[in-house]
């Protein structure tokens, strides 16, 4: 079955520490990738996106994520974490045939720690 | 997004009713999506509509049905038959067909005792 996965969906860490986040797709053809943040008592709204070009895009907040195709992955980081940073941050991706739809990973929470 | 509102922000039903989540946009998009959102589980897709006057079931639809009779609205009903309805539920929105962002309402959070 076609899924996205999100591993270690609870990390800790403390202020300026790096984060990284996995995400891995099982779709075989061209895809669009997305990750979500979720702050307490927010909209869900977007972190960045690939859709071509440039395998590594920058999104808000200093956050950027690389696209490996090869590995069917993209990975989230950020180099220095802040408490503000404290969410729950959502893969999705959408493969290229057609209906438009959205798949999301389980999510990761993160709590910084300040 | 401002432009997405989700009404009302809390909802309490008894077990047995049905219940209708409000939608509403106003950025002229022409996709509309809802989604459940439970714990650990991620966002799952129930219902999801391209143009007016048509959509398509999603991953979860059992127990629940939408209409869209306006561009700018697609109600939710969660029926009696949705065993488990308790959950967030969140709204979205896509500029049109083979648009790919889509964008978020604040979300409804329903629950059924």
């Known amino acids: 079955a076609q899924s996205v996965s999100q591993h270690n969906h609870h990390v800790i860490l403390s202020e300026a520490a790096s984060l990284e986040l996995g995400c891995n797709y099982s779709y075989g053809g061209t895809v669009n990738l997305f990750w979500y943040v979720q702050y307490p008592g927010q909209h869900l709204q977007l972190l960045l996106k690939?859709?071509?070009?440039?395998?590594l895009v920058k999104g808000i907040k200093g956050f950027e994520a690389e696209f490996i195709k090869s590995k069917f992955s993209f990975n989230l980081r950020k180099p220095s974490v802040q408490w503000s940073d404290t969410a729950e941050y959502f893969c999705a991706v959408n493969p290229i045939y057609g209906n438009n739809r959205l798949a999301f990973g389980k999510g990761n929470q993160v709590v910084v720690i300040p | 997004d401002g432009g997405i509102t989700q009404s009302p922000k809390y909802l309490f039903r008894k077990e047995g009713q049905n219940v209708t989540l409000s939608c509403e946009q106003n950025l002229n998009h022409d996709a509309m999506y809802w989604y459940r959102q439970d714990p650990g589980q991620g966002l799952r897709l129930i219902y999801y509509s391209q143009i007016v006057n048509d959509f398509q079931k999603g991953d979860i639809a059992e127990g629940y049905s939408v209409s869209r009779e306006k561009k700018e609205s697609f109600p939710l009903t969660v029926t009696s038959a949705q065993k488990n309805p308790t959950a967030f539920y969140l709204c979205a929105t896509a500029r049109e067909q083979g648009a790919y962002e889509q964008y978020f309402g604040p979300g409804t959070r329903l629950t059924v005792t």
């Open positions: 690939y859709f071509s070009g440039d395998p």
